[in-house]
Every structure is written in C-alpha cells, then in structure tokens.
C-alpha cells in the first residue's frame, strides 16, 4: 500500500484500469522559442522541448507495435496520447481540432493529455476542447500545465514568460469544462527553500489541481542551465538525492491526498544530464521517498494545516 496517491491508483478509480502514456511530438513550437515571448526557451528546456522520447505525431492512427515503450500486459484501449514536445495547443484551431481528433478517435487510446502553458489556452482552445468533449463522451482530457513554482522571481529566473495569475485563472477555466488539470513542479531551484516548494503546493491544494508531477531541477547539455553549470559547477546549488528525497517528502505530506502524483523524480534524457547525476537512478530515488515516508510516517496530507 502506497502512501501517496499514486497515477495508477487515479487511473484504476477513474477509469478502471492502468492506463500507459504514450508520449507524442506534433511538431509544435512554443513561444518561449519562436521569439513571440523569448527565443531561447525556459532555461532548463532542451532542444526536444521536453519529449525526447516522444513518437513524431501528425494524425496517424497507431498500432501497439509502433510503440517505443510497449507494456506486457496493456492491450488496445489502454494508453493515453500524451501531447508532450513543446507546447501543444499552440498552433492554428484546425490543426489542433484535427490532432486531437484523430488522437481521439483511435482505438488504441482511452484518452488524451495535452502538455502545454496557461497562456495558450485562449477561449478558441477552450472552446475546441469544450466540442472535443461532447464529440467523444467515452474518451477523456486532460490538461498538462508546466508551472514549476508559483514563485516570481524564480519564474522571471527560468525565464517561464507568464504570471501566477495567468495560471490560476486558466485552471479555473479548465475546471469549468471539468477537464482535469495536471500541474508540472520543479524541486531543486537554487534560489528556493524548502518551504517555498510547500507554499507551492499548498497553493495548488487551494486551487484543487487533480494531479502533479514532481521532479527535480536537472542541468542538462544544450541548456543555457547546462552551460552554466559546465561554466562553473560551484556557481549554482545543486541538490543532492538526501535534500531532494527530504523536500519531496515534505511537499507530499503537505498535498491533499485527492490530488494523483504522476511524477516523483526526473525524466530527463540520461545522455544529455550532466547533473545531478544520482537521478539517473529513479528506482533508488523512488526507494529512498517510500523509505523516508515510512520512517517520518507521513503520509500525502497528513502534514497538511487545516
Ligand atoms: S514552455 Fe515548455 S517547451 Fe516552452 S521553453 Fe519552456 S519548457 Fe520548453
């Protein structure tokens, strides 16, 4: 029995069964990299906009054997199409209607998530997701927000391009469609404490999120957090497995326990990380969390104020 809220769980409640995603790359851009907000991208995002592993994606349909992770016991029916490189709902309505569409429409897939930013998701793309769910009642949507921290000056720092409020109100929209809201967090920047990853998420206990995904900061080659790190490995703090596994221990107890964790450590390209290197061990660091959990006997929620 896990102590956490486990993605696995979410998907045996809500769905009945264990759901795999199947990371896609449409072949987005993102306006953090085509200039519109900046042109050098968040500053830990590689050039794969986070989906390195991710199947280029244009509509086709997909069979079990075009998969690159193909799981034993999973059939047709129980993978998800996970938008995942770059930002998915930015590009023309059209595009995006028949992307999702055909996402939607394939057997293979009991639903889809779109990885994408609070501030591309205008009421055109509120209202094409709005139609998507009345066409297909028996698949579902989520929704994937990168927010990383609700801290300003970190996210002026990693260079994210939005403000928290963008973000509160886009999850308020989404909530309005009842389309599950997926948040992405950050651990490990240099200039946060622990208690400012909680306040992260108790704001997300405030906002009720449906899921998270946790994972630390990772300095990655062709980054502009790599070249500083490759520049002077001193010069930023960079967490060790002990101060990540205590901090995410802590971040956990202080979740609500509705809210899925997808995520607890870091998937970055093992070729391209260049630090911390112990996370490239996630079955340790997964041990170490559940160890931890044990030994404090925490539980997600139960360091909660209420
Ligand atoms: S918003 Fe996402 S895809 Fe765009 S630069 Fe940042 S991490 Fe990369």
């Known amino acids: 029995m896990e102590r956490y809220f486990t993605f696995s769980a979410y998907c045996r409640q809500n769905c009945g069964r264990k759901l795999y995603r199947v990371c896609l790359d449409a072949g987005m851009t993102c306006p953090n990299r085509d200039g519109t907000l900046g042109s050098r991208g968040c500053i830990f995002c590689d050039e794969g906009g986070s989906g390195d592993f991710a199947i280029p994606y244009h509509g086709q349909k997909l069979a079990l054997t075009d998969l690159i992770f193909n799981h034993q016991d999973a059939k047709e029916g129980d993978y998800i199409a996970y938008f995942q490189s770059y930002t998915n709902t930015y590009a023309p309505i059209e595009k995006l209607r028949s992307l999702f569409s055909a996402a939607l429409a394939d057997p293979l897939f009991a639903g889809i998530s779109i990885g994408t930013r609070p501030d591309c998701l205008g009421k055109d793309v509120l209202a094409l997701l709005k139609e998507l769910k009345q066409t297909y009642p028996q698949k579902f949507i989520w929704c994937e927000l990168g927010l990383q921290t609700i801290h300003e000056e970190t996210a002026v720092w990693m260079r994210r391009g939005y403000a928290l409020p963008v973000f509160d ?48 900061l990772q300095y990655l080659a062709g980054t502009d957090l790599g070249a500083i790190y490759q520049e002077d490995k001193e010069k930023l703090h960079v967490m060790d497995l002990e101060e990540y596994v205590h901090e995410i221990v802590q971040c956990i107890g202080h979740l609500d326990p509705s809210i899925a964790i997808h995520r607890l450590t870091g998937d970055a390209n093992g070729e391209l990380l260049l630090a911390p290197l112990w996370s490239r061990d996630k079955k340790k660091v997964l041990n170490m969390i559940r160890h931890e959990m044990k030994e404090e006997n925490i539980v997600q929620g139960s360091l909660e104020e209420k």
């Open 169 to 216: 109100e886009t999850v308020q929209a989404l909530h309005e469609l009842e389309i599950p809201v997926i948040v992405h967090c950050i651990l490990g920047f240099p200039q946060e404490t622990e208690a400012m990853a909680v306040q992260t998420m108790e704001h997300l206990n405030a906002l009720k999120i449906d899921g998270i995904k946790l994972q630390l």
